[in-house]
């Protein structure tokens, strides 16, 4: 369940105006998202830039398109731990890798990446499993800069001991560490996952299906979004997966949230991966 967000009416009026005046401005729209993330990522927005309101904010992003820029980061900021939920990631070791190793190039997405944990940590599975080579993984989210922050994501080096154990728990056959270089108080992954990535700005809520894939990560989005969006979301994320193809979704999200949900059945309860099976 997403947290829930102390607002005021006052703070509420701005926010909905600002998600209109960014539409309206720049043609992001966001009207079909939880108030909550919506809130957190203005309050964000709004102390950075050293504002006293909302509303300040939203003149300030009419002028100024860095500013837009950084407040689509936050927007995109879904603070997934990495390696988080590791029987998932257990489960793509054990169901998912031996389908893949069958296609001679395994095609992979991970949609709205946020801090990029999902993607380096798909990476780092397909590594060990001798298929990061073969494979092509594709990493988007909804701007160039949101894309660039999960590109260039890092790991406090406080959370590294729950890291390592939940790598662990995955089946991880080395040390999380070798594929990180700590400095300091953050530790950053080892560029060379992400040499076969293609990195790319695709907003979900807008933009259309541009490949077809064996492998889909969309962990943490769709319970941001009201339910007509989740719905047309999760179609896009129909129409991008293969016949046979393995979709993950995050904690508080289920296949019924799709209106395919019928082509679908569970490949490894109670990990949320599901099988297209129609």
């Given at each position: ?72 980061v ?59 080579e ?100 999760a ?44």
């Amino acid at each position: 369940m997403l947290r829930p967000v102390d607002a005021g009416p006052l703070e509420e009026l701005e926010v909905r105006l600002l998600v209109e005046g960014v539409n309206r401005r720049y043609g992001y729209d966001f009207s079909g998202f939880h108030l909550g993330p919506l809130v957190r990522a203005a309050r964000r927005a709004r102390r950075r830039e050293g504002l006293p309101t909302v509303s300040a904010l939203l003149e300030r992003l009419l002028r100024d398109a860095a500013c837009m820029d950084r407040l689509l980061v936050d927007l995109a900021r879904r603070r997934t731990p990495l390696f988080h939920e590791p029987e998932l990631f257990l489960a793509i070791r054990e169901e998912v890798i031996p389908i893949l190793r069958t296609y001679p190039r395994p095609r992979i997405w991970v949609a709205g990446g946020g801090s990029g944990h999902d993607l380096h940590a798909m990476a780092i599975v397909l590594q060990e499993e001798g298929l990061l080579e073969r494979c092509r993984l594709y990493a988007t989210d909804l701007s160039d800069s949101a894309v660039r922050a999960a590109r260039e994501g890092t790991v406090r080096a406080a959370e590294l001991p729950r890291a390592s154990e939940a790598y662990r728990r995955t089946g991880g056959r080395g040390s999380l560490e070798a594929y990180l270089r700590i400095d300091g108080g953050r530790a950053a992954f080892d560029p060379g996952l992400g040499e076969k990535v293609v990195f790319a700005s695709h907003f979900v809520v807008t933009d259309a299906v541009f490949n077809e894939f064996n492998l889909i990560l969309c962990r943490n989005l769709l319970r941001t979004l009201t339910g007509p969006l989740q719905r047309r979301v999760a179609d896009l994320l129909h129409r991008s997966l293969d016949l046979l193809g393995f979709l993950c979704l995050g904690g508080g999200e289920s296949i019924e949230l799709s209106p395919h949900e019928r082509c679908y059945e569970a490949a490894s309860p109670p990990a949320r991966l599901f099988r297209r099976v129609r």
